[in-house]
Each structure stands twice: as C-alpha cells, then as structure tokens.
C-alpha cells in the first residue's frame, strides 16, 4: 500500500514510518520544511511539502493514497478547529480508503478499575475540546467514510517522549524527580515501537474502530518516579509536589498526570493481532 502520514517527522511519526516500511509499505509523509523532509527520508518516506492548515495538500496526498494516518496535532488556541478542517479534508480525500485518526487515552479521563474502549470519555480540561473531534471524525463512518480512531497511552522509549521531556531532563538539573500528590494513580504506557506497529495493525480495522495503545503494566506515577530517578542520575531522589505546583512546572498537562488510568488492549489484540513486547517496563524505563 501507499500509505499517506501527517507527523512523520515527529517522534512517533518517524517510528511508525519504520513500522510501515518494514511491512512492505510505501510511506508519503507531510513536511513543512526542508529539515522535515530529510528526517522524514532518513526514516524510509518521501516528502510531500505542506503543514496541517494546506487542506488542498492534505486532501489532495489523502486522495492518492491507499490510506491516510493522522498522527500531527497542534497544541494551540485554534487546534480544534484546525484539527476539524484537516482531518475533515484527509477523510474526504481518502474516501472509502482507511483513515486512521491520532488520540489520546487521557481522553477517558480517570478510569473506574480496568477500563475498555467502551468506558465514557471524562477528559481533564487539556483534552475536552478532542471529544467532539473523536465524535465527528467517526460520524463519518456512517457516510461510508472508513475512519479508525487509535488512542494511544503514554509514549516513552529511546530516551524521548513526554517522560523524558517533563521529568527526566528536569530532574538532571534539579536532582529530583517530581511527581504529584501521593503518586498512587496508575499510568498508561506504551512503548513507542509497539504502538507504531499498532497503527500498521489498524489499516485493517473495520470502519469506526476504536482502539486503546497501551501496554498491560500499569505502574504508579510514583514507582514510575522511582525508574524516571535512575534514568536521570539520582536514584531515589523523588519529591512529591502538589498540583498547583505541577502547574507552574508542566503547565495545563499536570492535570492529565493525575489521572488513575487503567486501560486494556483486549481489543486491539483480538480485532487486529497486535502484540505489544512483554517488558519489565520500570527496568526499562530506569535503564534509558
């Protein structure tokens, strides 16, 4: 197949170029500059010039695709309605084609014990504005559109990613990992070679598909402070902060290092075959 990517350049984006290319996949990837372009062809795909806003472009690769994965978001006062006009633009390209839509677990909001798909979206103020985008990007199933939405957890692996970013870079200048409260809520992890092989998995998935990215560990945020400690060069040097604080360290993300989430990946597993590696994943986490 060619497969049409937006967010290629980006962390998980490059992960899932490799992902597609080694399922035998050619891989078009948006780029909005000329850096972009050479990450994107260092990762396996070739480069179409554009940014979210191009709709013409978005439509345009969508519609000479064989599918269409949106992995780009933009954390901006206008990325809900941007977020509305390019996904609308790829899904009217792609037509009858898949089109695999990028979300969030945090979307659930703390769960009630483990959780599937079918559990009601409760987000943290961060992500409300995503609940109407998950909704009308699956209306379009019943306009014969193929839309496939995956939510995956918490990103880490390879030394990048939200946790090395937030907790680990901080923590080498500060000596302290920090985590919120009493650090009894439960993460949603998933490493970030699983959940891109995920989205190869999900071209397959049946219209209006909704799937979790997640691992089956469930650590604590503060075991996972714990590892985050040894991965920034203090073991054991872990702080509790509160949630005021978390604010003015993190900004509006600490409300969603908060949540209790508990989340399963039945679905994805029985539906699309997708296996993500068994790992002792704190082991891993305080070995980056």
């Not at 439509?59 to 977020?83: F, K, M, P, V, Y």
């Not at 969030?104 to 409760?122: K, L, Q, R």
């Not at 200048?173 to 992890?189: F, K, M, P, S, T």
Request: hydrophobic share 45%; aromatic share 6%; net charge negative.
């Amino acid at each position: 197949m060619q497969v049409f990517i937006t967010g290629g350049s980006g962390y998980l984006g490059q992960a899932t170029i490799r992902a597609l290319t080694a399922e035998g996949h050619d891989v078009v990837a948006l780029a909005r500059s000329e850096s972009a372009a050479r990450v994107v062809a260092d990762a396996g795909a070739s480069a179409v010039q554009g940014e979210l806003r191009d709709l013409d472009v978005l439509r345009e690769a969508a519609e000479r695709a064989d599918a269409t994965i949106q992995l780009a978001q933009e954390w901006s006062e206008a990325g809900a309605e941007l977020d509305r006009a390019a996904s609308h633009a790829m899904l009217d390209g792609a037509g009858e084609r898949p089109y695999v839509h990028t979300g969030g677990t945090w979307i659930w909001g703390s769960t009630d014990g483990v959780v599937t798909e079918d559990a009601p979206f409760a987000p943290p103020p961060l992500m409300v504005w995503q609940r109407d985008s998950y909704r009308r990007v699956l209306e379009h199933a019943e306009q014969g559109r193929h839309p496939v939405l995956v939510l995956p957890g918490v990103v880490w692996g390879h030394r990048q990613g939200l946790l090395q970013s937030l907790f680990v870079n901080p923590a080498r200048e500060r000596g302290a990992v920090h985590y919120i409260g009493n650090g009894a809520g439960h993460c949603a992890l998933v490493h970030v070679d699983d959940i891109a092989r995920l989205y190869v998995a999900a071209l397959k998935a049946p219209a209006g598909g909704v799937y979790a990215g997640v691992g089956e560990e469930r650590p604590t945020y503060r075991e996972l402070a714990e590892a985050l400690s040894q991965a920034a060069g203090c073991p054991g040097r872990i702080a509790s902060i509160t949630l005021t604080q978390a604010h003015a360290e993190l900004g509006p993300v600490a409300d969603a290092f908060v949540l209790d989430q508990q989340l399963t990946s039945a679905r994805a597993r029985a539906e699309l075959g997708w296996s993500p590696t068994a790992r002792d994943v704190l082991a891993e986490i305080a070995a980056e």
